[in-house]
């Protein structure tokens, strides 16, 4: 029989061995998304092909319901900086709409009608509730096939990610980081990478609602 000491070392090996695997798995996932599509991410506007459409990506307007996200804000002043720039007609933008008091499409068509972009150049996706589902709808729904994608740079490689999988021609147009940021952002992203590569080769996750296709006229 093997004595209680033993045994423990033995568990304690196998957790320790699982634990180093599964960090090994992360970083693999992370730099296989990162290689795959780093290329088409750009800081610099003038490097950004065009685009008939970009599409924002959601989050919410504010932090806590009173104070100003920063990554909303910059993620909208890109969005505009785009379109002024010639760079897209059109912007969708995809978020959450999960109650009456929360709708990150309508934040975001406001803050951008604020900036001068007319609203008859905004088409609002109140179904994206997740990266995955704002990319794929841009394409089955909106009948997109060449997209350029705007979020924050550590969010532009998964979303690209997506898209390249789902056979849409795309870049990605960095809006800046928030410096006032947490690091706990950029690790929740790690871990959302991997998960990212099962959803798309091994669960073939699809978004939670599709329905009928919608015309963007551009």
């Given at each position: 029989?093997?004595s209680?000491?033993?045994?423990?070392k033995?568990?304690?090996?196998?957790?320790?061995?699982?634990?180093?695997?599964?960090?090994?798995?992360?970083?693999?996932?992370?730099?296989?998304?990162?290689?795959?599509?780093?290329?088409?991410?750009?800081?610099?506007?003038?490097?950004?092909?065009?685009?008939?459409?970009?599409?924002v990506?959601?989050t919410?307007?504010?932090?806590?319901?009173r104070t100003e996200?920063?990554?909303?804000?910059?993620r909208?002043?890109?969005?505009?900086?785009l379109f002024?720039?010639?760079?897209?007609?059109?912007?969708?933008?995809?978020?959450?709409?999960?109650?009456?008091?929360?709708?990150?499409p309508?934040?975001?068509?406001?803050?951008?009608?604020?900036?001068?972009?007319?609203d008859?150049?905004?088409t609002?996706?109140?179904?994206?509730?997740?990266?995955l589902?704002?990319v794929?709808r841009?394409?089955?729904?909106?009948?997109?096939?060449?997209?350029?994608?705007?979020s924050q740079e550590?969010?532009n490689?998964r979303?690209?990610?997506?898209?390249?999988?789902?056979?849409?021609?795309?870049?990605?147009y960095?809006?800046?980081y928030?410096?006032?940021?947490?690091?706990?952002?950029?690790?929740?992203?790690?871990?959302?990478?991997?998960?990212?590569?099962?959803?798309?080769?091994?669960?073939?996750?699809q978004?939670?609602?599709?329905?009928?296709?919608?015309?963007?006229?551009?």
């Amino acid at each position: 029989m093997i004595s209680l000491p033993i045994l423990m070392k033995k568990m304690l090996k196998y957790i320790l061995l699982g634990g180093l695997g599964g960090v090994f798995v992360i970083i693999g996932a992370n730099l296989f998304i990162l290689t795959s599509v780093g290329s088409k991410v750009y800081t610099d506007i003038q490097n950004v092909d065009y685009s008939d459409v970009a599409l924002v990506l959601g989050t919410s307007s504010s932090v806590n319901g009173r104070t100003e996200n920063p990554f909303f804000t910059h993620r909208i002043s890109a969005a505009a900086e785009l379109f002024f720039q010639g760079k897209v007609k059109h912007i969708l933008v995809s978020g959450d709409n999960s109650s009456m008091h929360y709708n990150e499409p309508r934040d975001m068509r406001h803050a951008l009608i604020k900036l001068g972009v007319p609203d008859s150049c905004i088409t609002m996706d109140f179904a994206g509730l997740r990266t995955l589902d704002s990319v794929v709808r841009s394409h089955k729904i909106f009948q997109q096939k060449r997209i350029t994608i705007v979020s924050q740079e550590f969010h532009n490689y998964r979303a690209l990610f997506i898209a390249k999988h789902c056979g849409i021609e795309a870049v990605a147009y960095n809006a800046a980081y928030p410096t006032e940021a947490s690091m706990k952002t950029i690790f929740r992203e790690y871990l959302a990478r991997p998960k990212a590569l099962l959803d798309l080769y091994l669960f073939d996750t699809q978004p939670k609602f599709l329905g009928d296709k919608i015309n963007i006229r551009v």
